[in-house]
């Protein structure tokens, strides 16, 4: 199995533009995550989804921040525009029903 | 709502020693998993133990151990035998039970450093 795939690994953008983040989840799981990781605010759920429906984004911070799932295998978030203070890893995670969560190897966003 | 506090941001052992990291969590929940994953220098996120909350017995994998105190809310990671390959941030979990899975809360992490 490969693993939660993430897409780009990196990503440099402008202050303005639009970013869009991918993620396939590992096979046959359920549940798909995504989290984001920085220095000041340590790791935080953004929102998550079960069976392609979403059910809790109350991580999300605010209406720049979209979030889908248009199929079992596939997730995008999406912020429009971009901010510096963006800027952050986004990591995507999914689960089968044992509620253990499989990370992928995350997006690192740079906003200037 | 609940909060998971990691005290020792940095902490260093020798190789083949032994160190404990230290966790707490506050929650009113009576089911949950709390968790501890590692983080290498790669960033990715890598799960090294797992604990139910209704099992009295404290989880083990391998060279990892932990001390879990329900009633102190203490959920400690014991590396034995530590190894370089062991330097990572470790981060550790709460997970609250929902009928429909759950989100992971961390706490801030510690960096722990394997010196030869």
């Known amino acids: 199995d490969a693993g939660v795939i993430q897409s780009p690994r990196h990503e440099v953008t402008e202050m303005g533009q639009e970013v869009t983040l991918r993620c396939k989840p590992i096979?046959?799981?359920?549940?798909l995550f995504w989290y984001r990781q920085t220095m000041m605010r340590g790791l935080e759920l953004l929102i998550y989804?079960?069976?392609?429906?979403?059910?809790?984004d109350s991580g999300m911070p605010e209406d720049r921040f979209s979030a889908k799932m248009p199929n079992a295998s596939f997730s995008t978030l999406k912020i429009q525009p971009s901010e510096p203070r963006d800027s952050a890893v986004y990591f995507c995670?999914?689960?089968?029903?044992?509620?253990?969560?499989?990370f992928g190897p995350g997006t690192r966003l740079t906003v200037t | 709502a609940q909060t998971v506090t990691q005290s020792q941001p940095e902490m260093s052992v020798q190789e083949a020693e032994t160190v404990t990291l230290s966790c707490t969590y506050d929650?009113?929940?009576?089911?949950?998993?709390l968790f501890w994953y590692k983080q290498p220098p790669s960033r990715q996120m890598i799960l090294v133990i797992r604990?139910?909350?209704?099992?009295?017995q404290n989880a083990t994998e391998n060279r990892f151990s932990v001390n879990f105190q329900k009633a102190a809310k203490s959920f400690s990671l014991k590396i034995s035998d530590s190894q370089l390959g062991d330097t990572a941030m470790y981060f550790c979990?709460?997970?609250?039970?929902?009928?429909?899975?759950?989100?992971?809360?961390f706490g801030q992490g510690t960096e722990l450093s394997v010196k030869p």
């Open positions: 929650t009113s929940e009576n089911n949950y998993y």
């Open positions: 604990q139910e909350a209704y099992k009295q």
């Open positions: 989804f079960n069976n392609n429906v979403p059910i809790d």
């Open positions: 096979s046959g799981h359920d549940y």
């Open positions: 995670a999914s689960s089968p029903l044992s509620y253990e969560q499989y």
């Open positions: 979990a709460f997970m609250r039970i929902y009928n429909q899975g759950g989100k992971l809360i």
